[in-house]
C-alpha cells in the first residue's frame, strides 16, 4: 500500500515538473525546457490513467513544450531570414561583407 503512494506521489511530481518546464520553454531556454517537459510529459502518460489530474498535466506540458520549440525555431528562421545579426545586438562588431 505505500509503495503504491509512493508511485502516485512520484507521477504527481512528474506531472508538475512537466507542465512546469513546458510552460517555461515558451518564455526561456526553449530547447531545454520544451524537451524536458515533453520527456516529462511522456513518461508519465504511460504510467497513470487517462481521467488523472497527472495526466493532463502531462497532456499540458507536452503541448506546451512544442509550442515552446515551435515558437523558438520560427524566431531562428525569421530572424535569420530578416538579417538579424546577434554578435553586433550585444556589442560586438560586424565584419562588413563585400558586394563582390
Do not use: H
Amino acid at each position: 500500500m505505500d509503495e503504491k503512494n509512493n508511485t502516485n506521489s512520484n507521477n504527481e511530481k512528474l506531472s508538475i515538473a512537466a507542465l512546469v518546464c513546458g510552460l517555461t520553454s515558451i518564455f526561456i531556454f526553449p530547447l531545454a525546457f520544451g524537451s524536458a517537459g515533453i520527456i516529462f510529459g511522456l513518461m508519465v502518460q504511460d504510467r497513470v490513467e487517462k481521467d488523472t489530474r497527472e495526466y493532463q498535466n502531462a497532456r499540458l506540458g507536452i503541448v506546451f513544450g512544442i509550442l515552446g520549440l515551435v515558437f523558438w525555431i520560427v524566431s531562428l528562421v525569421t530572424l535569420n531570414y530578416l538579417g538579424f545579426d546577434a554578435n553586433s545586438f550585444f556589442g560586438g562588431s560586424a565584419q562588413p561583407q563585400s558586394a563582390i
